[in-house]
C-alpha cells in the first residue's frame, strides 16, 4: 500500500483532551496513554503544547523518547518561542510533527 492509500490516524486525546473542563493528565499518564497507542498502531500522536506548561513540556520530551512506532506531535503558535519549545521537546524522536497555529488561522 503506498503512503498516498493509507489512512493516517492523528490522535489528539493528550493535548485535546484536557481542554475539557476539570480534565487533566499527569506526566506519567500521558506516558501511559502514548504507550497504548503506539503498541495499538495509532500514527501521529498530539502530545500536547509544550510552551503552555512545564509539565506539557516534559510530556512531550519523554513521549518523543518512549515511541517506538508512532510519531509524536506538538502543537505551536506561529511564534518562535512556541516553535523552538516544540522543537527542543521533540528533538528525541526519530520523526516528529509539530503544528503551527496562527491569528490568521484562528480567525478563520
Do not use: W
Amino acid at each position: 500500500m503506498s503512503k498516498k492509500d493509507k489512512v493516517f490516524i492523528f490522535d489528539t486525546t493528550m493535548r485535546d483532551g484536557e481542554q475539557s473542563p476539570g480534565a487533566s493528565m499527569s506526566v506519567e499518564e500521558k506516558i501511559q496513554i502514548s504507550r497504548v497507542f503506539d503498541e495499538m498502531g495509532i500514527d501521529i500522536i498530539e502530545a500536547g503544547f509544550p510552551i503552555s506548561s512545564p509539565g506539557d513540556f516534559e510530556a512531550v520530551s519523554a513521549i518523543s523518547k518512549s515511541v517506538k512506532n508512532s510519531i509524536p506531535c506538538g502543537l505551536a503558535r506561529a511564534t518562535k518561542k512556541d516553535i523552538d519549545a516544540c522543537h527542543e521537546s521533540l528533538k528525541y524522536a526519530k520523526d516528529f510533527v509539530f503544528i503551527l497555529l496562527s491569528q490568521q488561522v484562528l480567525f478563520i
